[in-house]
Structures are given as C-alpha cells and as structure tokens.
C-alpha cells in the first residue's frame, strides 16, 4: 500500500477523494486487492478448480485464526480437494484444518459501550455507540479507551469474546514518492504485475516483522 499510493506522489489526498466518489476508480482498486491480496479459497468441482470465497490479507505482525465456510453440497464422492492461492510470499500458512462438525447452540449478547474516553480525557461515548455519521476521528498516536457493562457469567458456561465494529481509515504514510499513473495503472490492472515489482522490497520487510514477532 506505501507503494502503491507513493505513485500519486503529492496528490494521494485527492486520489483518496476519488477513491470515495468515483465508483470506476474504486472498483478497480478493490478488484486489485481482492486478486492480488487476498488468499483464494478453492475446491475441485467436475473438473476445474472452483472459487468458493476469498480472505482479506489480516497483515503480519501476529498470528490470526480464519474460517472459510464451503459449500461442499454439489462435490461428489467422499473426498474433497482444497486449493489456497496467493500472491507470492504474501501469505504464511501454519495449518489448514476441515470441520465437519454440526454447529453447537451458542447464546449471544451483544453489549453496548458503558463509556469511551480518549488520551486526553474527552468522552467520546456518543460518537461510537451507533452506525451513523458521526466518527470518531483518530491519527496515529489518539486512542480511547472503551468499557463495557459484563453480563454476570452463568454455571458451566464457557465465554467468549468478541468485538463488532464498523469504520474505515486512510492508510498513513509519512513518505513521499513521484507521481507516475502508468506504474500505477499497471499495478491495478495488470495481475501479478504489482506482487513482481515490490516482492524483493517485501520480503525485506517481511524479515523485519519476523524479527519484531522474536523480540516480542
């Protein structure tokens, strides 16, 4: 992402603007990261490798746990043949499990925000606690604290955890780059055009995310 919006040299702020109102130029730009970032999912239906769904690239620096629901329904005979597919080294895969397993009932209890306080003391509760136009506006370096009201917990239950968000953020980038539209274009447009340009400036980084991951 540093790359690629360092192509729009001093305008990126407008190209963010365009990414917001312009349907064509948003469309490409997700095209691009659904084929180039995200990891394929696939299985081997009548012949051909079919597309079952694609995960977002949750980035690296720790590990992640992600679920890939299959329709297997349509696959005949009693074995089943998983295909993942990536960009080049974008990926580190530990392990890929099947769960054939019926789901178990599970009791959910969506909590709302008891109260939410930035770095510097303001009360931003009203601000996060609806789908709205209404944000919570942060830079690098602001946060909030958020609290919430536990349900006491039930005998035998066992408890887990998880949060429901919504929002979006422009990618910060201190650094500058020169302008150039035809790289740029090449690199939304043309598959594995971008991934073969910066892999060697990507493994580099890689190998210091992988050396924070030891430190910590």
Avoid at 79 to 93: A, F, M, P, Q, S
Avoid at 164 to 169: M, S, T, V
Wanted: hydrophobic share 40%.
């Amino acid at each position: 992402f540093k790359r690629i919006f360092q192509l729009k040299g001093d305008n990126k702020l407008m190209w963010y603007e365009q990414l917001d109102t312009d349907p064509a130029e948003k469309a490409k730009f997700l095209t691009w990261m659904m084929r180039d970032g995200m990891l394929h999912v696939k299985t081997w239906q009548n012949g051909i490798w079919k597309e079952q769904t694609a995960l977002p690239d949750v980035g690296p620096l720790i590990a992640r746990n992600q679920v890939a629901l299959l329709d297997v329904a349509n696959i005949p005979g009693d074995t089943l043949k998983v295909r993942l597919e990536c960009t080049t080294d974008l990926w580190r895969i530990d392990e890929a499990s099947l769960d054939y397993s019926p789901d178990q009932a599970v009791n959910v209890t969506e909590l709302t925000a008891d109260s939410a306080v930035t770095e510097q003391a303001q009360d931003v509760t009203s601000l996060i606690s609806a789908s709205d136009d209404k944000y919570y506006v942060t830079v690098p370096g602001q946060y909030a604290d958020i609290a919430f009201k536990d349900m006491p917990r039930k005998p035998r239950d066992a408890r887990s955890y998880i949060l429901k968000a919504r929002g979006f953020y422009y990618q910060w980038f201190d650094t500058h780059g020169t302008e150039n539209d035809i790289m740029l274009e090449r690199v939304l447009t043309e598959p594995g055009f971008g991934a073969k340009e910066y892999l060697p400036e990507w493994k580099k980084a890689k190998l210091g995310y992988e050396q924070i991951q030891k430190v910590n």
